[in-house]
């Protein structure tokens, strides 16, 4: 059985930051994680959040899972627009992470700028979302 954890960041920030390149902040990391049968299955790890403006969001999931349900999505996308109120939300992707690029835009993310040589195989590219065009809040 598949369940949403909120309460421990300690955990499913570690793991997600483990596949995305990151380092846990637990003064500033938020995260909520999916688990499986005991273990996690995708997070998202929030950060570098300014209040009422913008957060940054940093999704991971083992391949082949199936985790990004509408209900997950929704889940995911509320706690930023509708709990923490802020307008858009962020998704840096390295450039050379094809897979990471192609779900955020199919997501509804879009580029919004890139930053050259940033990363040691090329570019970060920030992908952008705002509440406006957000498709899994139901609003």
Same mark, same amino acid.
């Given at each position: 059985?598949?369940?949403?954890?909120?309460?421990?960041?300690?955990?499913?920030?570690?793991?997600?930051?483990?596949?995305?390149?990151?380092?846990?902040?637990?003064?500033?990391? %938020? /995260?909520?994680?999916?688990?499986?049968?005991? =273990?996690?299955?995708?997070?998202? #790890?929030?950060? $570098? @959040?300014?209040?009422?403006?913008?957060?940054?969001?940093?999704? %991971? /999931?083992?391949?082949?899972?199936?985790?990004? =349900?509408?209900?997950?999505?929704? #889940?995911?996308? $509320? @706690?930023?627009?509708?709990?923490?109120?802020?307008?858009?939300?962020? /998704?840096?992707?390295?450039?050379?992470?094809?897979?990471?690029?192609?779900?955020?835009?199919?997501?509804?993310?879009?580029?919004?700028?890139?930053?050259?040589?940033?990363?040691?195989?090329?570019?970060?590219?920030?992908?952008?979302?705002?509440?406006?065009?957000?498709?899994?809040?139901?609003?």
């Amino acid at each position: 059985m598949k369940a949403l954890v909120f309460d421990k960041p300690d955990v499913v920030a570690p793991w997600v930051w483990a596949r995305a390149s990151g380092i846990y902040n637990p003064n500033g990391d %938020a /995260a909520i994680g999916l688990v499986e049968d005991g =273990t996690i299955i995708a997070g998202v #790890v929030y950060e $570098s @959040y300014h209040p009422g403006a913008s957060i940054a969001m940093h999704v %991971a /999931a083992e391949p082949g899972k199936r985790w990004a =349900t509408p209900h997950n999505l929704k #889940v995911w996308f $509320s @706690y930023p627009f509708k709990q923490l109120g802020v307008n858009k939300v962020l /998704a840096p992707v390295k450039q050379s992470n094809g897979p990471a690029r192609r779900f955020n835009e199919h997501l509804g993310f879009t580029l919004e700028t890139r930053v050259k040589g940033v990363c040691a195989d090329g570019d970060l590219l920030i992908y952008s979302m705002d509440r406006a065009h957000c498709r899994f809040l139901g609003d």
